[in-house]
């Protein structure tokens, strides 16, 4: 009996099958029961961080074609109710200054909010899994299933 007990524990557990991008998202789109378990075998988050951040600048990219700066913070500043508060002279040298920024800002943000909130998010649930469920859960196994998610 120890011998039976002794090369079934040290038997290796069956590796999942690698799925490519378009089978591993039908998987978890239609069955993610089945699928989160080979990611948690084979825990990969750089194909969806990517593509989130591909989208995100495509969007950007299409957005920034068609807003108008200027006016895209006009209407901010009057929805805010800060333009009844200001100098008409103020005004127009706020939004130069903010209009200058609005570019870069979108660019910088678009490119660096995936991967920052991809991060915290999974921080946060290695925390609570790890500490609040005692679970057996790497950062590479958080990161990937917040990044797959």
């Known amino acids: 009996m120890p011998e ?46 990517v593509c989130w951040m591909a989208l995100a600048v495509a969007f950007t990219a299409f957005w920034l074609q068609k807003v108008d700066a200027r006016e895209f913070m006009r209407a901010q500043i009057v929805q805010s109710g800060r333009a009844d508060k200001m100098a ?9 200054t903010q209009a200058g920024f609005f570019k870069p800002i979108s660019w910088a943000s678009t490119l660096l909010a995936p991967p920052i909130i991809t991060l915290i998010v999974a921080a946060v649930l290695l925390f609570v899994f790890r500490f609040f469920y005692a679970g057996d859960v790497t950062f590479a196994q958080a990161i990937s299933i917040t990044a797959w998610s």
């Open 88 to 96: 008409p002279g103020q005004m127009e040298q706020v939004l130069e």
């Open 4 to 49: 039976a007990m002794a090369s079934s524990a040290g038997a290796a557990p069956v590796a999942a099958p690698e799925h490519g991008l378009g089978q591993r998202m039908g998987g978890l789109l239609f069955s993610p029961r089945e699928e989160f378990p080979s990611i948690l075998a084979r825990p990969h988050f750089w194909v969806p961080l």
